[in-house]
């Protein structure tokens, strides 16, 4: 899962949940959909993620420069201990070094989406006492950077409580119906086959919910075990998250395959003897161009370089590589 290192390796699994227990919902039969919005903007399906906050970020503009990617994904946006969004819970959206780095790469020629959530930190779909309270604290960072799309990171005890869940759905929803044509996604951990539990009764709330949503992303990675190298894991990752939505939404295999997506994480993850390499992206870019997945992402353009002496686990990939080999892959990903 996508968190700091110190959390990370504290916390492989997901907390225990803290809500009711998952309902099942009975899949909602809709006619197929045509393709995501995301493919209407050239590069928006390829949007690794920048952490500002830590991990010795570069400047955006440099990747830009050195790679030719256009979107990034910035994160995270957390709780600052109510229902009011700030970077890391404690920057504020305007006058920063945030603000000022996106309008550098709309500078650039670029642009940006922003994921609100992440392992740690305070989340807003749990301090945010209602659905339409948590769209408001989703719509103050729209409103803010004048986003054309927003990444919901659902994780740890946000994912764990059905409360939460059906929550982040209707806000959504609601997110939705105010800012026509914005591209959402919700991105989850998963298991090598698939979402889990908590994944799949996401995705049926989604669609019970009739949430148009953009893109179902999966975290394949800290799988704690798997089969084969970690591209093909992917793959059945990937699989897997397909038939759920296909199931759920009563979507065709193309219009399924266009509404989800894949974000990685480059190099060695957290777990042991787990890592990603090129060859392993190169694998996962061929499964998104032939079935024109939703989005192609990664953590993190922090992580895509060669550790140093001393550099921290959150800055480099812990393997053998030049500078951005990672973000030059993904960004051949055009939807």
């Known amino acids: 899962m996508r968190k700091s290192t110190a959390v990370r390796t504290l916390a492989p699994l997901l907390a225990a949940a803290l809500g009711p227990a998952a309902l099942l919902l009975a899949p909602v039969s809709t006619a ?4 995501t919005a995301a493919a209407a903007v050239p590069g928006m399906a390829a949007a690794p993620y920048e952490y500002l906050g830590w ?8 990747v830009m420069k050195a790679t030719g990617v256009k979107w990034f994904t910035l994160a995270f946006i957390l709780s600052d201990g109510g229902c009011n969004p700030k970077w890391d819970g404690s920057r504020p959206l305007a006058g920063g070094s945030d603000e000022a780095a996106i309008k550098s790469i709309r500078a650039a020629g670029g642009d940006v989406m922003v994921s609100v959530g992440g392992w740690s930190g305070n989340k807003l779909g749990e301090k945010c006492s209602s659905a339409s309270a948590l769209a408001g604290a989703y719509q103050k960072v729209i409103d803010a950077y004048r986003l054309k799309a927003l990444d919901v990171d659902i994780e740890n005890t946000e994912f764990s409580n059905a409360t939460v869940r059906q929550r982040v759905v209707d806000a959504l929803k609601i997110v939705k119906s105010k ?3 914005i591209v959402t996604y919700v991105t989850m951990g998963t298991t090598p086959s698939g979402p889990d539990a908590n994944g799949k009764d996401l995705i049926k709330r989604g669609a019970a919910a009739g949430l148009a949503n953009d893109g179902w992303v999966v975290m394949p990675f800290d799988f704690g075990g798997h089969s084969g190298t970690m591209g093909q894991a992917t793959v059945s990752a990937l699989d ?9 939404y009563g979507y065709s295999d193309d219009a399924a395959y266009r509404h989800i997506g894949v974000s990685s994480m480059n190099g060695r993850t957290d777990e042991a003897g787990e890592t990603v390499t090129t060859a392993d992206f190169r694998t996962i870019l061929g ?7 939703a989005r ?3 953590w993190s353009v922090n992580r895509d370089r060669a550790c140093g002496s ?6 480099c990939s812990g393997i053998a590589q030049s500078p951005y080999e990672f973000t030059k892959i993904v960004v051949q990903y055009q939807g």
């Open 240 to 248: 897997g998250l397909k038939a759920a939505v296909k199931s759920a």
């Open 32 to 35: 197929a959909a045509a393709p």
């Open 296 to 298: 192609f992402a990664f």
């Open 179 to 181: 800012n026509p044509g």
């Open 287 to 293: 499964y998104a161009k032939q079935h024109h997945l």
């Open 55 to 62: 991990g010795s970020p570069q400047k955006p503009v440099d």
């Open 310 to 315: 001393g550099t921290e686990a959150d800055a």
